[in-house]
């Protein structure tokens, strides 16, 4: 079942994005400080951040943990599928504007707290 997902670019102490994600009642957010991937093969770090009650992803400003208060606007925004590999590895169809197609989230045990690596596996 398709749920929804948003990238904010986030204003607040360094700018950065903000992948939000609706799943299982609540708005998960990863932030990543380059642009998201677009070209098969691209690669991103994505810092899981604190979650968010799902009626936030059209708000205006938030303020999290890492970066503090910031307004943000939506850089892209579409739904999205989920396939769960393994504890450590979630496939994403994204249909958006500007992200669209398959990803791979694969979560990296190497470095200490929630990292995660984005990676476009095919348009």
């Not at 739904?79 to 590895?89: A, G, M, N, P, Q």
Request: hydrophobic residues 35%; proline residues 4%.
């Amino acid at each position: 079942m398709p749920s929804r997902f948003v990238v904010h670019q986030h204003r607040a102490g360094r700018s950065h994005y903000d992948l939000r994600i609706v799943q299982d009642g609540v708005l998960r957010s990863w932030s990543l400080l380059k642009e998201p991937p677009l070209r098969k093969g691209e690669r991103r770090l994505a810092i899981e951040r604190e979650n968010f009650p799902v009626e936030s992803i059209g708000d205006r400003v938030f303020e999290e943990q890492a970066f503090g208060r910031g307004s943000v606007s939506a850089w892209d925004e579409g739904s999205v599928e989920f396939d769960l590999v393994s504890e450590r590895t979630v496939i994403l169809r994204l249909t958006g504007r500007r992200m669209s197609g398959k990803y791979e989230f694969r979560r990296m045990h190497w470095y200490p707290g929630n990292r995660w690596i984005l990676t476009k596996t095919s348009g």
